[in-house]
């Protein structure tokens, strides 16, 4: 199986938008609805999590199409399930506090500052292997 | 140089010792009684050494207890052997070996005199450094005997050198115990929900000079009368103010009969799982009240601070505060022109964090009614 870098750079996009997204509706119907929500400490907690990442993804994205270049290279196809692992395992480990706090006798604000112990590892991580696909090809 | 070596010099160094240890002796009597009760109280004496302070009527029902209590033992004993009470009493328990069978309502004031016994002494053993004194009557008779019949210390002159030796060192300690500042309570107060000025009257009763001890000890036993059992002092500008730990209340403002003392939430269950309850929890709906209850005594008025309180910091207060007034403050008279104010801070809590109630919707004295403690100052003698 084969995977040109356009697609591969697609892919990860969608799935990095769609699982922010997700987040991101979650906090702001927070945001709207709670009264008792401290929203600086939440909005804290999510913007550094994912803004980084998204703008290198779209930064590149936006690039490669002003510049009308279309990677056509083949990828190497475990590195891009790397990529998409641990992109989805991040963003499942973004997604979980914020939905299953109600389930845990914990309150939302103790969950997330739990959270930033596991996000930190993977976050390193899937950013690591995102370089791949997002930096190091463009500068070849 | 002299020398003790005639009969003369000996006597008249002698007498100097004599007259130096008797001054001192007389300067150790004048100072406060360690244990003297503040005006309105007297010692119970449920047994020679009892010294918690109670009130008049106490100290007679504990006489009449100690003079029935033979005919309340179960004549041919019983499972507890021979102090086994008759049935509808209970063991006093005035200190851990007191056997007289009382009433369960008097035992219950025993334990709660016993628990507020370090608020009613003109000199708290340990309410000028911080610590929750001794308060139990057995480590409270450890003390040098007091002659009961009267409430003090023997007079000076019949002390032994090495007792106003002791009464020397004790006063000392109490100096040194004296310099305790007590915890300054953010001033001007944070914004609260609401407030109430409590009616002198209340606070003194029928004391011609309180102290401020004596108010702190009224005001105590109406709180501990309603739960209140954990109360923290802090200073405030020209006094002091006391702080309740936090509380969950029901939505008519009286405590919560589930959890009151407890900040916990319940978690929702996955089985049965209601997405309802979820959903609610989620966007912070299912939130409970808390409260906590500041109560300032000070002749200085004052307005707020700017920044409310975070719901955290607030529960920390009790811990943070000290456990009892300093005797140098608890002395003091409780001035004519003292307002005492009642601070109500009352916050929603909820798994997405808290936040505080501005303006309650109910006034001061709707909360202080539904916690009991309006009641109670108003029955209390």
């Not at chain 2, 002091?240 to 916990?264: G, K, L, N």
Request: proline share 9%; net charge neutral.
């Amino acid at each position: 199986m084969t995977l040109t870098m356009h697609t591969a750079r697609k892919r990860l996009a969608l799935l990095w938008f769609v699982g922010a997204g997700v987040c991101f509706i979650v906090l702001l119907l927070i945001s709207f609805f709670s009264r008792t929500a401290n929203l600086t400490d939440l909005w804290d907690w999510f913007l550094p999590a994912t803004v980084p990442n998204l703008s290198l993804i779209l930064g590149v994205l936006v690039y490669t199409h002003r510049q009308q270049i279309l990677p056509e290279m083949h990828v190497d196809i475990f590195l891009f399930r790397l990529a998409f692992g641990l992109s989805l395992l991040y963003l499942l480990l973004l997604l979980l506090p914020l939905l299953s706090f109600p389930l845990t006798g914990k309150t939302l604000p103790e969950l997330l500052d739990i959270s930033r112990l596991w996000l930190a590892a993977v976050q390193g991580l899937a950013t690591g292997v995102m370089g791949a696909f997002f930096v190091r090809q463009d500068e070849k | 140089m002299t020398r003790l070596h005639s009969p003369l010099s000996r006597a008249l160094f002698a007498a100097l010792l004599a007259a130096l240890l008797s001054l001192a002796a007389s300067t150790a009597g004048a100072a406060p009684q360690p244990d003297a009760c503040i005006e309105g109280y007297v010692w119970r004496e449920a047994f020679p050494d009892d010294r918690v302070c109670v009130t008049p009527a106490v100290r007679e029902q504990t006489a009449r207890d100690n003079q029935l209590a033979d005919s309340r033992r179960e004549p041919q004993g019983g499972a507890y052997g021979a102090d086994t009470c008759k049935p509808g009493f209970v063991w006093r328990e005035a200190r851990p070996d007191d056997r007289v069978c009382v009433t369960p309502a008097v035992r219950e004031q025993t334990a709660r005199d016993n628990r507020l016994a370090h608020t009613r002494w003109l000199m708290p053993p340990a309410a000028a450094n911080g610590d929750r004194p001794a308060d139990t009557p057995a480590a409270a008779s450890a003390e040098p005997a007091f002659v009961p019949e009267t409430g003090r210390l023997p007079a000076p002159a019949a002390q032994t050198p090495v007792k106003a030796k002791k009464k020397m060192a004790a006063k000392k300690m109490a100096a040194k115990k004296s310099s305790f500042k007590l915890p300054e309570f953010p001033w001007p107060p944070p914004p609260y929900s609401t407030r109430l000025r409590l009616d002198r009257a209340l606070l003194v009763a029928a004391q011609p000079t309180p102290s401020n001890g004596s108010v702190a000890a009224r005001m105590e036993q109406a709180l501990a009368a309603n739960g209140y059992n954990e109360v923290s002092y802090y200073a405030v500008p020209d006094g002091f103010a006391m702080v309740t730990q936090i509380e969950r209340i029901d939505p008519d403002a009286a405590p919560a009969a589930e959890q009151r003392w407890s900040t916990q939430v319940d978690p929702v269950s996955l089985i049965p799982f209601s997405l309802d309850a979820y959903l609610k929890a989620l966007f912070g709906k299912d939130g409970d009240t808390f409260r906590v209850i500041v109560f300032t005594f000070t002749p200085t008025p004052f307005t707020t601070g700017a920044k409310p309180v975070p719901p955290g910091v607030a529960m920390a207060w009790v811990e943070r505060g000290a456990t009892a007034l300093p005797a140098a403050l608890a002395i003091l008279p409780y001035g004519e022109d003292t307002v005492c104010t009642a601070l109500v801070y009352e916050f929603t809590l909820s798994r997405l964090g808290g936040m505080l109630q501005r303006p309650s919707t109910f006034d001061g004295q709707q909360h202080l009614r539904a916690a009991g403690i309006l009641g109670t100052l108003e029955q209390q003698p």
